[in-house]
């Protein structure tokens, strides 16, 4: 049967069940829940409260988006944000990938597979090696060094390394 009230209505319905779809500004769902024109808004009161959407399959949770209530971080995850793989930091906005702790604008915790250009307006820093490969194009622009500089080998020795034929013109 159909439930119908007012915008004056008061009361409680208690727990509900709705057997087939239930829409929100619409009358002609296409989903479960469908909210047609409208935003959602979740609320938990109180300092220190979460609130969580999780998603998952055959009444399993597998993953999860949520909204930490001490720290106001999104965060997406695993069901009930068990593991965090996201961070979006609700002080300043920066992202962390496989960190909840972002340093910078973005910060990933982790190796990093790319396709297609990274362009970069600033400086590179870092510690570590940068590697390339015999078909790299392009200029590296000026290379400053803390240590040694090796060419063809990844354990130089000297201050220039060079491991093979140098060419000179």
């Known amino acids: ?7 004056t209505s008061t009361g409680s319905f208690g727990a509900g069940y709705i057997d087939n779809k239930l829409g ?18 979740l609320d938990r009161s109180g300092t220190g409260t979460d609130t969580l959407v999780a998603f998952g399959s055959s ?15 999104l965060h997406i995850g695993t069901a009930n944000l068990g593991t965090k793989y996201l961070t979006i ?18 910060t990933v915790e982790g190796s990093i597979s790319a396709s297609g ?3 970069i ?9 940068i590697s390339g490969s ?3 194009t392009g200029s590296f622009g000026s290379v ?20 093979g034929d140098i060419g000179i013109d």
């Not at 009444?59 to 971080?73: C, K, N, Q, V, Y």
């Not at 962390?96 to 910078?104: F, L, M, R, V």
């Open 134 to 136: 015999y078909t790299s």
């Open 1 to 7: 049967g159909n439930i119908s009230g007012s915008a």
């Open 59 to 73: 009444g399993t949770h597998e993953f999860a988006i949520g909204l930490d209530g001490g720290s106001r971080d």
């Open 24 to 41: 929100i500004g619409t009358t002609s769902p296409t989903y479960p829940l469908h909210i047609m024109n409208y935003g959602v808004f």
């Open 144 to 163: 400053h060094t803390k240590g040694y500089v090796g060419i063809g080998t990844t354990q130089p020795i000297y201050e220039l390394d060079v491991a």
């Open 117 to 119: 250009d990274l362009n």
């Open 89 to 106: 930091t609700g002080s300043n906005g920066d992202v962390g990938i496989g960190t909840t702790a972002p340093t910078k604008k973005l």
């Open 121 to 129: 307006d600033g400086n590179i820093t870092g510690s570590g090696n």
